[in-house]
């Protein structure tokens, strides 16, 4: 192990050498309370920015080992300190001057949501941060000095403010993993309690703006319909009462702009667990729920959808179904056998944004065309059966058509963002509206049939490296996709993803499984299930080989690995 001051004299000896000089640095160097690792060096001032990472030993981070005794407290932990590091590198990002990116300090940016990040990462030897450091330069010269400056007066000093427990708010930390521990409880007794999702009393669910996700400073707080009010005690807050969503087929309407989107929204990100002062920090959904919808031109490829879409005209078998441009109602159709696939236990749906003709046929279309001339079962007549046969629970909105309240167990009004359980009056309606009596085909479980390509790289014609086989890039395009290789793989509308880091790591999950188990044999099923093994185990880790692995990625669902492998067309 190499010490501080070898860091020291290697940096007098590049200085004003040409930028290629910096990569002599690469290497770990002991400092007095933390290892730095530089382990990767840019090619030049303008390219992206040099990957770093310190680790400090648990003896002198000194935090209460029961602050990372369990995944949640770790999680909860690691984000924790990445905002604390955030904060302090903030103040030091370019105070070191130079060309392009000289002097540019950052790490992962945490949103409301907490998130297991490659940014900071606890295990039994400690913690690792991970972040990028700007090499400084003029023009294409080094300037040593400038870097001298970031790791040894800056970074000491954000790493001790950052990460030792005696310098940071014992109490903050403390609320901090006592609210972690008291949503996950919650999320336990869901099933418990045959609910599907709790949204407490008091909750802010309304955000300040369609492009921010904090809380709007004037809002109505949540209040719940007696009717469906819980309380659970909770091991650290206490009793703590809200709304109860249970098992079955829960419909949400209401008028315009009265709150059911805005309910809907909270729902679908009460999988993940947020941040104090969000407002929605006890609304917890069932940790497999699945947010759906219609996705015109959506790429389909061996899914069987028979339980919604049977003999088409030009007698294309739906239990094998193939298409480079499904329809609305057919890629909805597939996201939701794709959903059960993945292990979903609740549906998420919004009928602003499904396909209206997927979703339910009125009695005159009924009337006009007959039911075999209509490849399309609708997802009316399919929700008890995925109810009582699969056991998938539904969450609906609903603004225009009225067939849905003969299905739902449990119908909630928003009501100027006050919800009203009306079960009740609106089972007494049902009889005046009756529905046309309709035999739906017999309820049948999808089987799995696509099956990921082996593909062989392409050989460099020319340059350097010409005969070898051509790395597979990835390039993100922050939230909505990536492009892998010559393809792009459209997430527009996994609306879960909330984080540009975990459709970072998508692609490095899918690059991953490209190269290494994509045998021509494997089913999308057996692929994400042992990635789902290794990432339980050893966490995006795994993916770097024995290498390191850089800050910029954080863990997506296996819902959302799914939805990624099956966009891909290979």
Known sequence: ?????????????????????????????????????????????????????????????????????????????????????????????????????????????????????????????????????????????????????????????????????????????????????????????????NLVAFVADGSILPRESGISSRPMKVSIPFTSPESLRVTMDLPHKGKISGMGIPEGITLIVGGGYHGKSTLLNALELGVYNHISGDGREYVITDDTALKLRSEDGRFIKDVDISLFINDLPNKKDTRCFSTEDASGSTSQAAGIV???????????????????????????????IAREKEPITPFLERAEDLYKKAGISTILVAGSSGAFFHIADTIIQMDSYHPVDISEKVRGLCGKYPLNPVKAPEFRFPESHRIMQKQTPAVRSHGRNAGRPEQLKIKVHGKDGFLIGKQDVDLRYVEQLIDPEQTAALGLLLKYTIEKLADGTRTIDDIVKYLADQLKHKGLSFLSEGSYIPCGYAMPRIQEIYSCFNRYRR
């Open 1 to 193: 192990m190499q010490q501080s001051t070898d860091l020291q004299n290697l940096l007098h000896s590049v200085h004003r050498k040409s930028y290629p000089a910096y990569k002599s640095l690469k290497g770990s160097y002991q400092f007095d309370n933390y290892i730095l690792s530089i382990d990767h060096v840019q090619g030049d001032p303008f390219a992206s920015p040099s990957h770093i990472s310190v680790r400090i030993s648990h003896k002198t981070a000194g935090f209460p080992r029961e602050y990372y005794s369990d995944h949640v407290t770790r999680i909860t932990l690691s984000d924790y300190l990445t905002r604390q590091f955030e904060k302090q590198v903030s103040h030091y990002t370019f105070r070191a001057k130079g060309s392009g990116k000289s002097g540019l300090i950052s790490v992962s940016h945490c949103g409301q949501e907490i998130l297991e990040r490659t940014a900071c990462e606890i295990t039994e030897k400690g913690i690792t941060a991970r972040f990028f450091i700007g090499f400084p330069a003029n023009g294409r010269t080094i300037n040593a000095t400038e870097l001298e400056k970031i790791l040894f007066d800056f970074l000491p000093v954000c790493v001790q403010k950052a990460f030792l427990y005696r310098n940071i708010n014992h109490k903050e930390l403390e609320q901090t993993i006592f609210l972690a521990e008291d949503q996950t409880y919650i999320r336990s007794q869901l099933a418990k309690r």
């Open 338 to 368: 794709e959903g059960m696939e993945a292990g979903s236990r609740v549906f998420l749906l919004d009928e602003d944004t499904s396909a209206t003709n997927f979703m339910v046929r009125d009695v005159f279309m009924q009337e006009v």
